[in-house]
């Protein structure tokens, strides 16, 4: 059964940290795109970052890019985004998502995991 399983989320201080997990089960994560993205109740789900499956290259969005790092590791199957200097705006339930082909966009993810919540707040 495939399944992705996103952790680590929780209540943070801006100016803090959190590291969030995708856990992969039922299929090698590595030859897939993975992708992290992020919602606010009643706005559109957005784009976060991605990793692709085979060059490993990463991308961000504008909002995110120099503080938040993408990385995967194959051996246990999971991909991680670390998010440093977190600011109120990043408050979202964050999710990650399996694409089999390397495009980053929602449209194109194949596998969906439940979500996460992220609370940046003083």
């Known amino acids: 059964q495939v399944q992705l399983v996103e952790s680590g989320g929780g209540l943070v201080q801006p100016g803090g940290s959190l590291r969030l997990s995708c856990a992969a089960s039922?299929?090698?994560?590595?030859?897939?795109?993975i992708g992290w993205f992020r919602q606010v109740p009643g706005k559109e789900r957005e784009g976060v970052s991605c990793?692709?499956?085979?060059?490993?290259?990463?991308q961000y969005a504008d909002s995110v890019r120099g503080r938040f790092t993408v990385a995967r590791d194959n051996a246990k199957n999971t991909v991680y985004l670390q998010m440093n200097s977190l600011k109120p705006e990043d408050t979202a339930t964050y999710y990650c998502a399996a694409s089999e082909s390397s495009w980053c966009l929602e449209t194109y993810m194949n596998y969906w995991g439940k979500g996460t919540l992220v609370t940046v707040s003083s």
């Open positions: 039922g299929f090698a994560s590595d030859s897939y795109t």
């Open positions: 990793i692709s499956g085979l060059s490993g290259n990463t």
